[in-house]
């Protein structure tokens, strides 16, 4: 399976961005998604989560403001990301995996099986 996530860019704060990412490859091995981000000096963390049946789970920080989205037919996950802070800015990963995880699964040591590149988010003031 790959990802290529795609959608980031500059924006001010207070704006929005789409990310996409598209899978290809062997998709049928394909339940939960998610997306990660890693800002500048820190960890990785987890943003969102999406099961094949479409329950989804965001880290407080993003609660309100980001929504996962999947479009099974196009094999795609989707993070629309509203009223953007600065500290939202990060490098942007997106994620699949072949068991059907929930975002408790994920903090609590589940890893996803395949990862995209990254997608660069930066918030302006």
């Known amino acids: 399976v790959q990802l290529q996530a795609s959608g980031g860019g500059l924006v001010q704060a207070g704006g929005s961005l789409r990310l996409s990412c598209a899978a290809s490859?062997?998709?049928?091995?394909?339940?939960?998604m998610g997306w990660y981000r890693q800002g500048p000096g820190k960890e990785r963390e987890l943003v969102a989560t999406?099961?094949?049946?479409?329950?989804?789970n965001y880290a407080d920080p993003v609660k309100g403001r980001f929504t996962i989205s999947r479009d099974n037919a196009k094999n795609a996950v989707y993070l629309q990301m509203n009223s953007l802070k600065l500290e939202d800015t990060a490098v942007y990963y997106c994620?699949?995996?072949?068991?059907?995880?929930?975002?408790?699964?994920?903090?609590?040591?589940?890893?996803?099986?395949?990862w995209g590149q990254g997608t660069l988010v930066t918030v302006s003031s």
């Open positions: 994620a699949a995996d072949g068991l059907d995880n929930y975002y408790s699964d994920y903090e609590e040591g589940e890893r996803y099986d395949y």
């Open positions: 490859g062997s998709i049928g091995n394909i339940n939960s």
């Open positions: 999406i099961t094949s049946g479409g329950n989804t």
